[in-house]
């Protein structure tokens, strides 16, 4: 027998406790000693998948028809955007009218426009080039679905670029003046009383792009008349597309071109076509937030009454012994990568959680 002790914050015993309550094992060290034989085995079951949260029924309220109504249509010139209103249970429809025109994307809460969407979350989850059957996300406090891509004809969406901006023309080219995103969103979001510096990174419609050893590359596109994109909102959101103002690269095949855009009514069937989300009691609201209030004061100062409180802290630590037999020690041993960990107990550590996040994802 040998005995090894492991060391875990009392978050990652939580996971261990878990387990054992959903009776995976009699009591911690068998627990570990499962992890190890099913690692060194090479046979990690999925069999334990944990539930959490609650279902998420955005659609309640929304009274949808078997077919769709127009709301509102608009052609967007080169050169300008616009700021749209677009309730739980309508769709963003952007199309193409003459092809090759990328369209960048501001997404707000329209009743809180502090939750935006995060494109960071949306490039993790959805990948670098998200299409159809995708969500755009908000940031973390709020962290949740704000739109779903139901319909992407062109299947060509970028995460890697920010907005184009008027210093990026005049950096690289000179230019005094340069129909740009960043001023074209800004322009649009005035109308409801947003400013510059509320424009945020931009998902890009239509804009063809890869990576190249680590570097984001731009491709020039091909999308045709009448291609399109469509987006179904679950929570009220102001929308803000804007024509790529950028004609000097291949973004938009070296042009500018307008684009339609409509508000419409999702379907009955568009809107049972969202796969089934889930909300959480962490996707937190300002309601929770200590500091609640959005500052006016552009410079910042300390405040001298300042008390720290961080979450869970100071982290407490909790050991676990666990005896191994003679087979599980060369189990560990085999696994052990003493490159990274000098001790057993840290390598045996990281062959739970690691085992732990593979059976319960
Ligand atoms: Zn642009």
Redesign the pocket.
């Known amino acids: 027998m040998r005995h090894i002790t492991l060391r875990l914050t009392d978050q990652q015993l939580e996971l261990v406790t878990a387990s054992l309550g959903a009776d995976e094992a009699p009591d911690a060290p068998a627990l570990v000693r499962l992890a190890l034989r099913e690692t060194a085995d090479g046979v990690i079951r999925r069999a334990h998948p944990r539930t959490t949260g609650q279902p998420w029924q955005w659609w309640d309220g929304i009274d949808a028809a078997d077919e769709t109504t127009i709301l509102q249509q608009t052609v967007l010139e080169a050169g300008t955007g616009k700021a749209f209103e677009v309730r739980a249970g309508q769709v963003l429809r952007v199309e193409q009218v003459t092809g090759d025109q ?1 369209v ?1 994307l501001n997404v707000f809460n329209l009743h809180d426009y502090r939750e935006f969407m995060h494109v960071g979350r949306t490039r993790t989850l959805h990948g670098t080039n998200p299409s159809a059957g995708s969500f755009l996300w908000s940031a973390p406090p709020r962290e949740r679905a704000l739109m779903y891509l139901q319909t992407d004809t062109a299947g060509i969406n970028d995460t890697l670029f920010p ?2 901006s008027a210093n990026m023309y005049e950096s690289i080219h000179g230019f005094a003046e340069h129909t ?2 960043a001023d074209i969103q800004a322009e649009a979001q005035r109308e409801y009383g947003l400013t510059p510096d509320d424009v945020h990174d931009s998902f890009n419609l239509f804009m063809a792009t890869r990576v190249v050893d680590g570097m984001p590359e731009i491709l020039r596109q091909s999308t045709a008349p009448g291609d399109h994109v469509e987006l179904l909102a679950l929570v009220d959101v102001l929308a803000v597309p804007n024509v ?3 004609d000097i690269m291949g ?1 938009s095949n070296f042009s500018l071109n307008p684009v339609r855009v409509s508000v419409q009514t999702a379907t009955r069937q568009e809107i049972a076509a969202v796969p089934p989300l889930r909300s959480y009691a962490t996707q937190r609201t300002p309601a929770d937030f200590r500091q609640s209030e959005i500052r006016t004061e552009r410079r910042l100062a300390k405040d001298p009454d300042y008390q720290p409180a961080f979450a869970r802290t100071p982290v407490r630590l909790v050991d676990l012994p666990v005896e191994l037999d003679e087979t599980d020690v060369l189990r560990l041993k085999a696994l052990h990568d003493r490159e990274r960990y000098a001790d057993e107990g840290d390598a045996l550590r990281d062959v739970l959680l690691s085992w732990w996040v593979a059976s319960h994802g």
């Open positions: 990328c960048d907005r184009c740009n995103c790529c103002g950028n973004t």
